[in-house]
């Protein structure tokens, strides 16, 4: 879990592209739409951030960059497409933590080390424990007695198998002792939209997916997993905090 783990950071904050060497030589580079695939389902933070650095690529380099959100079998269906694209510089994809996962855990038609080059990080962050307000539980530990007292029944969700968000609530059973049903999506906004209907209890989410959830109270956060406070959760204590290593 510990060797998983630390794949999942370190590849967690690129974003990468199949992306061609000849392109770096064309002088008037880029001088026609460039296609920027995000392999989650659209509503999630990837699809929120790949939008953000499109308009700003599409500014600075008057040309259009046109987000293509291609989810599916757990973000390789949008991978291969992009790996299987003209080497031209023209085709972007955007990739977490995942990434590391589908290397490790699954067979993938591409090798992740050789097929896929990393040319810029663009985000890093938190992950923040969240549950729909209807679950009687307002803490860690709370949660822990909840899973403890009906072993097999707790639900969670996660963007993708294999990813951070899998991981994380696997390492929290782990740690725990406790026995939860993981629940698979296409990305983190279908995630999201089914934990606020109640349909699942618990999902490690990126604060882009659920700030907004959170303020209106529409979900309540328990816990962020990094060793010190989030700056847009500053009143959500730490996993530490919350009595776990």
């Known amino acids: 879990m510990s060797a998983w783990r630390r794949s999942a950071q370190l590849v967690g904050w690129l974003v990468l592209s199949a992306f061609g060497a000849g392109a770096a030589a064309q002088q008037d580079y880029p001088n026609k739409p460039i296609r920027y695939i995000s392999p989650y389902a659209p509503g999630g ?73 990393a040319i ?68 983190g906004g279908p995630a999201v939209t089914d934990l606020m209907g109640g349909h699942i209890h618990f999902f490690f989410s990126n604060p882009v997916n659920v700030t907004a959830q959170v303020k209106n109270a529409r979900l309540r956060p328990l816990a962020v997993t990094t060793a010190r406070r989030s700056p847009v959760l500053l009143k959500v204590p730490t996993v530490a905090e919350s009595g776990m290593a």
Do not use: C, M
């Open 120 to 187: 810029a990080t663009v985000s890093s962050y938190e992950n923040v424990l969240v549950v729909p307000p209807s679950l009687p539980v307002k803490s860690v530990a709370d949660l822990i007695a909840l899973a403890k007292a009906k072993p097999g029944q707790i639900t969670y969700g996660t963007s993708s198998f294999g990813g951070p968000t899998h991981l994380l609530a696997e390492l929290l059973n782990t740690v725990a002792g406790v026995r939860t049903l993981h629940v698979p999506y296409k990305g």
């Open 45 to 117: 933070s990837t699809s929120v951030i790949a939008r953000l650095i499109g308009q700003q690529l599409t500014e600075a380099w008057g040309q259009q960059v046109v987000v293509d959100n291609r989810s599916g079998a757990n973000t390789i269906i949008g991978t291969q497409v992009a790996i299987n694209s003209r080497l031209d510089g023209y085709t972007l994809v955007s990739l977490g933590g995942i990434l590391a996962g589908n290397h490790w855990l699954a067979k993938t038609p591409y090798n992740a080390l050789k097929d896929i080059a």
